[in-house]
C-alpha cells in the first residue's frame, strides 16, 4: 500500500500570500496517478488537479501541481477568500487507492 | 452537469446491514467507473471501493473486503453498495464518486453530497 503524508497539518497565511502543500509517497508511482483535491466545510470534495500537474476543468490558474518519483506539491500562487479550505493528495494508480491526510489552509 | 445523488444512510446496529444507492443522470454512465469514498467524523478521505465501466471488474479496501459489495446497473444507471456485518468504525459519509474513465486508475472528477452512516447499538 503506498502511504501519502501530507505537510504541513496546518498552513495559516493571509489572502494574497502564496501556499505550498507538500505531499511525499512511501514508495516511488507514476505522477501519472497522482491527484488533489479541495474540500470545504460542509461539502464535497473538488478535484483540483490530475495526473500530478493538469488542472481540471474550471479550476483556476493559480492552482498549480508538481512533483513527480515520491515528492509532490500543490501551490496556490496567491490565496484568494475562497481557496481556505483542506487539501488532500490521492494516489490512484495501484489498489489500494490512498489519500493523504489533509492539509487546512487557514486565514492567518 | 454531472449529478450523483447518494441515498439509503441511516442507522443501524453493529453487525446489521445497509444497502446505499447512487442515481447518476446526466452523463454516459456505462463509460466510467464509479466509487465510493468515505469520511468518518472529523476525519480525512477513505477509498471504500471501485467498480470499472462494465461492472465486469471490483476492488476493495481491505477495511470492507468480504463485507461490502459494489454493484452498478447500467440500464438504470445507479451504483449500490451492499454493506453486511457493520461495524461502529463504518461510520461516516458516503459519497459516490465519478472516475474520469472507463477503469480504475482514474482520479475522481465529480462527487455526490454524501449519505450519513451510523453505526452503534
Known amino acids: 500500500e503506498i502511504v501519502l503524508t501530507q505537510s504541513p497539518g496546518t498552513l495559516s497565511l493571509s489572502p494574497g500570500e502564496r501556499a505550498t502543500l507538500s505531499c511525499r509517497a512511501s514508495?516511488?508511482?507514476?505522477?501519472?496517478?497522482l491527484a488533489w483535491y479541495q474540500q470545504k466545510p460542509g461539502q464535497a470534495p473538488r478535484l483540483l488537479i490530475y495526473?500530478?500537474?493538469n488542472r481540471a476543468t474550471a479550476i483556476p490558474d493559480r492552482f498549480s501541481g508538481s512533483g513527480s518519483g515520491t515528492d509532490f506539491t500543490l501551490t496556490i500562487s496567491r490565496l484568494e477568500p475562497e481557496d481556505f479550505a483542506v487539501y488532500y493528495c490521492?494516489?490512484?494508480?495501484?489498489?489500494?487507492?490512498?489519500f493523504g491526510g489533509g492539509t487546512k489552509v487557514e486565514i492567518k | 452537469e454531472v449529478q450523483l445523488l447518494e441515498s439509503g444512510g441511516g442507522l443501524a446496529q453493529p453487525g446489521g446491514s445497509l444497502r446505499l444507492s447512487c442515481a447518476a443522470p446526466?452523463?454516459?454512465?456505462?463509460?466510467?467507473?464509479l466509487g465510493w469514498v468515505r469520511q468518518a467524523p472529523g476525519k480525512g478521505l477513505e477509498w471504500v471501493s471501485t467498480i470499472s465501466g462494465s461492472g465486469v471488474d471490483t476492488y476493495y479496501a481491505d477495511s470492507v473486503k468480504g463485507r461490502f459489495t459494489i454493484s452498478r446497473d447500467n440500464s438504470k444507471n445507479t451504483l449500490d453498495l451492499q454493506m453486511n456485518s457493520l461495524r461502529a468504525e463504518d461510520t461516516a459519509l458516503y459519497y459516490c464518486?465519478?472516475?474520469?474513465?472507463?477503469?480504475?486508475?482514474?482520479?475522481?472528477?465529480?462527487w455526490g453530497q454524501g449519505t450519513l452512516v451510523t453505526v452503534c447499538s
Open positions: 495526473g500530478a500537474s
Open positions: 490521492q494516489q490512484y494508480g495501484s489498489s489500494p487507492l490512498t
Open positions: 514508495q516511488i508511482f507514476s505522477s501519472s496517478y
Open positions: 464518486a465519478r472516475s474520469s474513465g472507463f477503469n480504475y486508475g482514474n482520479a475522481f472528477d465529480s
Open positions: 446526466g452523463f454516459t454512465f456505462r463509460s466510467y467507473a
